[in-house]
């Protein structure tokens, strides 16, 4: 059988690259050390393809019929997007796919929520993939990536419960389904609290944000659930801070279990709070 070889997740805010100059510099040393700790454990766990679940922001489809979740298949993965480039300010990049792996799991999960495609064409990359790609080097790593887009914004949003549900589907997937011997990897990408383009988009809501960490640490999944819904999520920072449910479809796929926590930062001028966290799988 396959094996999960990784667990985390980080923030992805665009200020991360665009902006990261405007932060100070215990600030920048904490994102690029973390970072630095999910490449160096990427390479450690050998694995050999990873899912990258972030949310779409609306780049890959229409409002009035918009997808839960989308799974790249491309054969290459390659950003970030020509729309994004100014802001994102990263170098371009191209990503070795595995469209096998990638069908396998889409068709396990198809069900698991109302909207769910698989597309084998190039998707639309924006902070989502280049982010992460960018800050923890995956292009060194020689990895294959799949793309798991997912809507986190767009009622009716699957909220934390289908989320997790579906990221346990997706865990037994990855156990009884992919071939014996494969590494797979999870990272989800997105969060922490931020409000874009809304009344507090330059707050920052560090007490949810650090309240959310610790809740990982202790690792009782049945509480997060319970505690952190959809709605007190955008109590923290509306349109934004739901993109933990890809926080929440990897630890549907791996179970209840601690964590330790990579850092932590909270600057107003990269619009999001910073946090990144790696799960005990051992």
Sequence with gaps: MAEISLAVAASHAPGLTGWFDKAPEPDRKTVLAAYAEIHDAIVASRTDVLLVIANDHIANGYVSDYNDFTFGLAERHTGPDEWFKPWLRVPDYELPGRPDVGETLYESVKDCAPRVRAVRENLRYDDNLSVPTTMADLVSTGVAVVPVLQNCTVPPVP????????????????????????????????????????????????????????????????????????????????????????????????????????????????????????????
């Design 159 to 282: 909220d934390e419960k289908v989320c997790y549900r579906l990221g346990e589907t997706l865990g037994e997937a990855i156990r009884t389904r992919l071939p014996d011997g494969l590494r797979v990897g999870l990272f989800g990408s997105g969060g922490l609290s931020h409000e874009p383009g809304g009344p507090r988009y330059l707050e920052i809501d560090e007490k949810f944000d650090r309240w959310w960490l610790d809740l990982l640490v202790e690792g009782d999944h049945e509480r997060i659930l319970t505690d952190v819904t959809f709605e007190r999520m955008e109590e923290a920072g509306s349109g934004g801070t739901s993109e933990l449910l890809s926080w929440m479809v990897v630890m549907g796929a791996i179970g209840p279990r601690p964590c330790t926590a990579l850092g932590y930062a909270a600057v107003d001028q990269w619009r999001c709070g910073f946090g990144a966290v790696r799960w005990e799988l051992s």
